[in-house]
């Protein structure tokens, strides 16, 4: 990466094609763009931006608007530091496309950094790029990505994961993240905080932060719905006594039945699904609440303080307090 005291241009290039999701290429892209509005600029261009696509001129996308670009032999007649694949339902006519999938690899290979948002995960690794590296991508795509390329460790939660220089988002807006932390490596974290506070977006979500709630995605996983109801009421009675007897005896199960059937269906312990539940709730009630730590952790189940960080640090990977520091409302 080249020295921020030389206040180099990053020239980006999105890669674009018909179908793509509009907002996968404008958030960040206009993260890139009010960068060069910054303070920390100083009235100098930091980010030169090109939108390329295969045939270059209009390209229309998820939502009937269409976006200008060059083409991608435009794009390559100059050095690119970040090439950002986007993403969109459109991809998996683009990942067809031999001459675009080449270009893709053959190019990457002069970037400083390669990135894909939200589903453009699926053009990279279909050039390569990926192979043997962790990548993420909507979560709604996870199980489809894995099933396409075996060989790459495809992570559901994340907003953005980095491997080196390469780098890859989750749905639709975590593109912004990506962004954020992109122009932060760039320009330094006070710039990154003003294009933040430019877009009215948190600064900084980390790049661990869930896509999805926890515990939405516990029901989403027992596609049959058995213990919809149960799952309803655990909500309703965090400080119950929420142990697998009285689970059991709710469901008229007997305690080993009811742990095996539960665990068969939604790939967990009840004792697990149950802490994800507690801490699920006390991250809504850190985010738009002033309540005290020990009294989230009453509302939500735990008996004490200790243990609701303890359960924080093993699912969110932050304390409860900076937790609260990045998303909290007030």
């Known amino acids: 990466m080249q020295s921020k005291t030389a ?10 094609y018909p179908g793509v999701t509009l907002l996968d290429v404008t958030g960040p892209l206009q993260a890139f763009c009010s960068a060069n509005n910054t303070e920390i600029a100083g009235g100098r261009k930091r980010y030169q931006i090109d939108v390329a696509s295969p045939g270059g001129g ?10 200008g670009s060059v083409s991608l032999e435009q794009a390559a007649s100059e050095p690119i530091d970040t090439l950002i694949v986007a993403g969109g339902n459109g991809v998996f006519d683009a990942v067809e496309q031999k001459d675009l999938v080449d270009w893709v690899r053959t190019t990457s290979q002069g970037c400083k950094r390669i990135a894909s948002t ?3 995960s699926f053009l990279t690794a279909a050039a390569g790029l990926i192979n043997g590296h962790s990548v993420t991508t909507h979560w709604r795509q996870v199980d489809e990505l894995k099933r396409r390329f075996p060989e790459i460790d495809v992570k559901r939660d994340p907003l953005f994961v980095r491997n080196g ?9 975590a593109g912004i993240d ?11 974290h006070e710039a990154a905080m003003q294009v933040a506070q430019a877009l009215v977006v948190f600064f900084k979500r980390p790049g661990g932060q869930a896509q999805f709630s926890d515990a939405l995605n516990i029901q989403a996983a027992e596609t049959e719905g058995l213990f919809a109801d149960l799952h309803a009421w655990i909500a309703g009675h ?3 006594d929420l142990s697998v007897p009285k689970l059991a005896e709710r469901i008229a199960m007997s305690p ?19 802490e994800i539940m507690r801490v699920d709730a006390a991250k809504r009630a850190l985010a738009r609440s002033d309540l005290q730590l020990a009294k989230i952790a009453f509302n939500t189940g735990f008996s004490d303080e200790q243990r609701l960080r303890r359960a924080f640090q093993r ?6 307090l900076a937790y609260r520091d990045t998303f909290g409302e007030n």
């Open 256 to 274: 080993r039945s009811f742990s095996r059937k539960y665990k068969e269906k939604t790939g967990m312990t009840p004792a697990k699904a149950v």
């Open 165 to 173: 220089n390469m780098w890859s988002s989750a749905g639709v807006t």
């Open 315 to 320: 699912h969110v990977g932050v304390s409860p």
């Open 7 to 16: 206040n180099p241009v990053h020239r980006v290039v999105f890669v674009i």
């Open 118 to 120: 939200c589903m453009g």
């Open 238 to 240: 965090l400080q119950s």
């Open 58 to 67: 209009p390209v229309l996308t998820d939502c009937a608007v269409e976006l």
């Open 178 to 188: 990506l962004a954020l932390a992109m122009i932060e490596e760039d320009m330094g």
